[in-house]
């Protein structure tokens, strides 16, 4: 059976070495704050370019919400850039579904591209204002079940106090199927 290894860290998704990492998109994919913004700063204008022909071409209305498509990485240490729009969190509907959505057809994305590891962010869990502790959830929760072909999944997180939630929420949903990680 096929197990992937899931670590948690905290640090900066922007100085990952893996294969492939995420972009907590907008819909635009033309950059925006946050993750988004230093992924693009950090990445160089290829990255924008690529986005700019993504949307001239097939994504002329935006990059819907769970929906996942890869760039190059430009001057990231990474080779590809999957951008994905998360949903704004709601307390009055269920739109957890769709964050799932975006962990899944973002790991899709980079295992059809070849990528072995891949860094995400804690997406919508910024200024989507998805709560922390439940995003945490439904990452996991998507990324047991990642495709053949990636080896790791690393969940990038900003601060050592949700890093310290996810592990909780970690040892909860997947037990002895992943390992926590050292990173600097």
Not at 24 to 33: F, K
Not at 116 to 143: H, M
Not at 152 to 173: H, I, P
């Amino acid at each position: 059976m096929f197990t992937v290894i899931i670590e948690l860290v905290t640090g900066d998704i922007t100085a990952e070495r893996v294969d492939a990492i995420v972009n907590a998109a907008n819909s635009s994919l033309l950059g925006g704050g946050g993750v988004d913004g230093a992924i693009h700063r950090k990445g160089g204008p290829a990255i924008l370019e690529e986005c700019r022909a993504l949307r001239a071409s097939r994504y002329g209305r935006g990059l819907p919400v769970g929906q996942a498509v890869a760039t190059t990485a430009g001057r990231l240490a990474a080779r590809w850039v999957v951008h994905t729009v998360g949903p704004v969190w709601s307390a009055t509907e269920d739109r957890s579904p769709l964050l799932r959505s975006c962990y899944r057809n973002s790991v899709t994305v980079a295992a059809d591209l070849g990528a072995e590891s891949v860094a995400f962010p804690l997406i919508s869990s910024g200024v989507y204002r998805w709560p922390k502790q439940d995003a945490v959830v439904q990452a996991l929760t998507a990324l047991q079940a990642s495709p053949p072909g990636i080896e790791l999944v690393r969940l990038v997180l900003f601060d050592d106090a949700t890093r310290q939630a996810a592990e909780r929420a970690r040892q909860t949903l997947l037990g002895s199927q992943s390992r926590p990680a050292e990173h600097d």
